[in-house]
């Protein structure tokens, strides 16, 4: 079988990564991201990549990309005027929302504002039932006026939910009909984006879609435009939320899909690193240049949701954010990042984040603009970085710059000399990062210590360590490329896509022929998208997500892959009873009889990859060596000491260094603390490790 030549290009905030994968070689960078055109910054990382493979873009034999766009034109409000277009009675829905309080004690609760205003949501008459039966017929003339007042209205997308439409999408269509045949705008209906119950959810995704559509349809068609100009042949395919591939038109016509595109690259890259070593409970620790994210992985498999939160308004409170109704790899999110603007509130204490210095301007030590001081600049004046080789040397740090900025804006008003201002802004991040990863681990009913962090991202190794303290954590490891950590994951990312569809089946009245119908649809709705990309051999995870009669959310239960009969509802409710009682760790005692219902099913359909080599983790031996050295500051210590700092090219495999140490390479550094040692394992990663485990 032929090696494929295959890219990967993942959009950050702040940087943009590409990494190229060549005969099992593999060259990447980073390069600054260009907001005013996204595409630039990945033909600048691209010109780059290819020269050192000594290749052009017709040897490519395929792309994989990643963005934040979708994401940041949520969070930033920068998407397209949108109609609403649902049932009479529903015109509400995304502003009141479920109507619950996640802090009922605030008088001054903040809540994202809907995403379409209330004067450009339209009802119509029309009623389809909780069964998918027709209730009231749809009123197509209101609707035929309604298209005329869109068309002279200057919107830029339409969004269609109607309710129980995931029960039947025969009114969403027909409307969809009415409206595209007078009004030349992409229009977006719930039954497709997200045919799933709970309608405050459903509709607020369906207008999230809408609302990015134009905007991602435009970017996309600019980068294979300018893909082609440049003499590139090879098939683009965008990596969806749920870690799979699908192609760039049906990532067009669904970009609501693309919102977590690029930390699910990175918790791929981590899922391989994790099965690379057969490391059974890992936590992925994503740190870059605007955020920073956690992500539990167990039997080398990303957990995963079918609901996530978008533009909290709150840290980490779920109910505060934005609801988008889609498969999804599961993780929390933080505003913590390179570019992340340190800050002191009313009550004198240091604040981090969310708002960012990006690329435009960046850190005030980068000296394009910024002024306002980042964790990058807290990290260069502690002496984590390297002035004169930070990014292989491509960008020139300013320590004047950095010590300024901050000085002024925190240790002045503070009473802090500049290292101890820096010492606490990193402090704060450090922290902050470990609360998410403590709460992300507690509501899923895990340890955070019983785990093996894997670390990545640009600034990530920087903070590993220090993470890795507050949390009980003994090791952790640090992949070769881990820098460009998601664009690689992009690599190693399957051919996959999962369809979901609500459809109520309650246990005493168990229809196999229904559930089977609704199953095989699902297929082949799943595998339609994944033999877009693929013909190789193609596995599928059937699941129903079920629950006692009269409960408000479900759990998921794993089916069989196979034709249903009549007498497997006794099998199911035996199967759930067990599930309930490990997910909540007991069983609900003298209530056998109590109904139960499947409310939603998943099919994933995804194209088999080939595993990873095996490695062991190698303690390795103390290995001196030339190492230069120079001032850094050591949290543990409380002060700045001579640390090694030792190339990571120089140093071979079962290679051990005691830490205080600094690992540099072109795209990172990572920073071992004085608790640590650091060992380089066969595969190239770096093994942090605690002194008392290796004595």
Request: proline share 5%; with cysteine; glycine share 10%.
């Amino acid at each position: 079988m032929t090696r494929q030549i295959r890219l990967g290009a993942d959009i950050g905030g702040t940087f943009t990564d590409v990494a190229l994968e060549q005969d099992g070689a593999m060259h990447s960078t980073k390069v600054l991201t260009t907001y005013a055109a996204p595409e630039q910054a990945i033909l600048d990382g691209m010109d780059i990549v290819l020269a050192e493979a000594g290749i052009g873009y017709g040897d490519l034999d395929i792309l994989i990309h990643g963005t934040t766009l979708a994401t940041n034109a949520l969070i930033e409000r920068r998407g397209a005027k949108v109609a609403f277009v649902t049932t009479e009675g529903f015109r509400d829905v995304i502003e009141m929302r479920t109507e619950s309080r996640f802090d009922q004690y605030d008088l001054n609760l903040v809540l994202p504002t809907p995403l379409v205003p209330r004067e450009d949501r339209f009802p119509i008459k029309g009623r389809i039932g909780a069964q998918g039966q027709e209730l009231a017929p749809l009123d197509e003339v209101a609707l035929v006026a309604l298209a005329d007042r869109i068309a002279a209205g200057g919107y830029g997308a339409v969004a269609i939910g109607f309710i129980h439409s995931y029960a039947s999408p025969a009114h969403e269509r027909r409307a969809r009909e009415i409206i595209a045949a007078r009004v030349a705008l992409p229009i977006s209906i719930s039954s497709e984006v997200s045919p799933q119950m709970r309608e405050f959810e459903r509709f607020n995704t369906v207008c999230a879609n809408a609302y990015v559509r134009p905007q991602m349809a435009d970017y996309l068609g600019r980068l294979q435009t300018r893909l082609r100009e440049k003499g590139a042949t090879c098939p683009v395919f965008m990596i969806h939320s749920g870690g799979g591939l699908i192609s760039v038109e049906t990532a067009a016509e669904f970009p609501v899909r693309l919102v977590e595109s690029g930390p699910a690259g990175g918790a791929i890259f981590a899922a391989d690193v994790a099965q690379r070593f057969g490391l059974e409970k890992v936590v992925s620790y994503d740190m870059g240049g605007t955020t920073a994210k956690i992500c539990l992985i167990e039997g080398y498999q990303p957990k995963t949701a079918r609901t996530f939160e978008v533009a909290r308004s709150t840290r980490f409170a779920k109910g505060s954010g934005m609801p988008i109704s889609i498969p999804v790899i599961e993780m929390i999110e933080i505003g913590a990042g390179g570019g992340s603007i340190a800050w002191v509130d009313s009550l004198g204490r240091i604040q981090t984040g969310p708002e960012s210095a990006g690329s435009e301007p960046g850190p005030a030590c980068y000296q394009r603009g910024g002024l306002r001081p980042a964790i990058t600049d807290a990290d260069l004046v502690l002496g984590k970085l390297d002035p004169d080789n930070f990014a292989g040397g491509a960008i020139r740090l300013s320590l004047d710059a950095a010590r300024t900025a901050i000085t002024r804006d925190v240790g002045d008003r503070l009473n802090l000399a500049a290292e101890a201002a820096a010492f606490g802004i990193v402090e704060v991040v450090d922290e902050n990062m470990a609360n998410a990863a403590r709460v992300h681990a507690v509501e899923n009913g895990k340890n955070i210590s019983d785990n093996i962090m894997v670390a990545f991202g640009g600034a990530a190794p920087l903070h590993a360590a220090r993470l890795c303290e507050k949390l009980g954590i003994d090791q952790c490891l640090i992949p070769p490329g881990a820098g460009v950590g998601s664009a690689i994951g992009f690599l190693k990312a399957p051919f996959a896509y999962e369809a979901l569809a609500s459809r109520i089946i309650r246990l005493s009245i168990f229809d196999a022929d229904a559930m089977n119908g609704l199953i095989s649809d699902l297929k082949t709705t799943a595998e339609g998208f994944v033999r877009s990309g693929t013909s190789g051999t193609i596995q599928r995870e059937i699941t129903a997500y079920m629950r006692y009669v009269g409960q408000g959310w479900e759990i998921p239960l794993p089916l069989p892959d196979r034709a249903f009969v009549q007498g497997d509802a006794a099998t199911l409710r035996r199967e759930f009873q067990a599930a309930y009682a490990r997910f909540f760790g007991r069983a609900i005692d003298g209530l056998e009889d109590l109904e139960i219902e499947i409310v939603t099913f998943s099919v994933k359909a995804q194209d088999i990859r080939p595993a990873p080599d095996r490695h062991k983790i190698n303690l390795g031996r103390i290995t001196e060596g030339n190492t230069l050295s120079r001032s850094v500051f050591d949290p543990t210590q409380g002060k700045a000491i001579a640390t090694r700092i030792v190339e990571r090219d120089a140093m071979k495999p079962g290679d051990r260094l005691p830490g205080p140490a600094v690992v540099v390479e072109r795209e990172t550094s990572t920073v071992v603390t004085s608790p640590f040692d650091v060992v380089m394992q066969s595969d190239g990663s770096l093994l942090l490790i605690r002194k008392e485990m290796v004595k």
